[in-house]
């Protein structure tokens, strides 16, 4: 086999092949030439380059994310590592094992005026579990520093910092080891599948009558089905999920805005739960968190092994352990009480969805419109990856077949990686993978489509309402200059040439009619990835959208 002369390269890698990490995304540089000679030369690992280290970064995100198991970026000195940061602040905020390695100039070079060279060391000590700054040599000390690293990432499910320095000549090579490096043992972390000091909880739990279950972005088949039927049974408990929360029963509210939306004071005193039992997580939906931070419930209990975040300011208990564990054990402990929470609830539910199945029947075509269609329209078992602003706010709205997985990048909620993370989850998991967009979104993460690797079967729905829609939902939309120039950043371009260059099978759809035939179409052929543009009334959308609401009184 062939390996790069430098020895601490040859530690980087050996460290890595040992702890399993497969899926390595190489984006081209010379600074970090002997860890890709090193990589792309050794059978025990998937190596995959992409140029754009913005969107290697999403790309290795989405396969980190559909494999359970960090994925690791490589890449040379200066500025190209700064362009891993918006990825890895999603890995953070969405508990998603990432590995940055980046090559470096040796220390005594930093800060003298040496070109490609910036200050690397900790340059993402916010948003990272832990950070490994090597020395130039080989040592144990560095090979300890990269297990810790390695184990971190699993443990604490996010991104860690390797920082390598490389001294030239770096395109070397040699057909021996010349380093035996130390290999750790990773130490599972095991959590309690008992509620502590649980007789409180219990007894907390038993008297109260009103009682709301909140999920947040959440893997699928996490929750046993016992659990869940035991939530959906209880007259005492309302269960909140989004489109992410990947948790379903024919009980639970699955679209909190057109529950809460027209609700007035009195409405939200009588919703006020008791307790407040969140998972999973980021939440989506504004108008839940604006309600819970103004009526905030006697007790919040969150429940994560990793992280409580107090986002409604009303936090009074994190469990440390896995939510199927707590609901199991509480279960065991608890028992029903008389209420009518959940019945009064419900009702006014069905109403509201009564409400909606009757105006999504007499609208005329718009981006809500579309909404219903793409995803009525979607595969049975396939894998739905979701942008951010616009796009996933209406998926809030539509019913979801409960076989498709969902994924939105709801760490950061940023729009700059979102094609990229759906093409890398496209390749981590073999489903079939349908991506919605929005226009802005897709051409500010339009060098995603510059990838080798991309699935022939890969869809992209791309809703094009010719600007940032979402602003025009927001308060203060104003028709001025201002507004459409620098808010909505109105525009007229279409994605025809990137789909011809990028060799993508391109449809297009402006009505009822076309988007019929384009859904047909897109599904038709797998001959290549494809692209389904659709075009909406810019100025009708919101419109559309906010009488919606309206109607649901």
Known sequence: MIYPKIALAQSIIEILSAKGINNIIISPGSRNAPLTIGFAQNPNFKCYSI??????????????????????IVCTSGSALLNYYPA???????????????????????????????????VFLNHSVFNANLTEEASEENDLKINLAIETAILKKGPVHIN?????????????????????NLKPETFSKEIENSDEIVSVWNNAKRKLILVGVNESNVIDQEVIENLASDPSV???????????????????????????DSDFKEFNPEILVTFGGMVVSKR?????????????????TLRAYDTFGALTKHFEMQPNYFFKDLFSKTTFVKSNYFKNIDAVYQKRLAKRTEYLNEIRFSDFKVFEKVIASLPKDSLLQISNSSAIRYAQLIDIDESIEVFCNRGTSGIDGSTSTAIGASVGNKKQTVFITGDISFLYDSNALWNSYIPKNFKIVLVNNGGGGIFRILPGHQEKPVFNTYFETSHHLTAEHLAKMYQCNYYTANDSESLDKGIKSLYETNDAPAILEIFTPTTENDVILKQYFKNLN
Do not use: M
């Open 51 to 72: 140029a754009d280290e913005r969107c290697a970064a999403f790309f290795a995100l989405g396969i980190a994310q559909q494999t359970k198991q960090p994925a690791a």
């Open 88 to 122: 890895l602040a999603e890995a953070f905020y969405s508990q998603i094992p990432l590995i940055v390695i980046s090559a470096d100039r040796p220390q005594s070079k930093i800060d003298i005026g040496d070109g490609q060279t910036i200050r690397q060391e900790n």
């Open 164 to 184: 390598a320095p490389f001294e030239e000549p770096l395109y070397e090579t040699t057909e021996e080891l010349s380093v035996q490096p130390k290999i750790t």
């Open 238 to 264: 309302v269960v909140l999920t989004e489109t992410t929360s990947n948790l379903h029963h024919s009980t639970f509210i699955n679209s909190i805005d057109t529950l809460i939306t027209p609700f007035d």
């Open 288 to 304: 839940i968190k604006g309600f819970l931070r103004k009526y905030k419930p006697k007790q919040h209990w969150h429940i994560d």
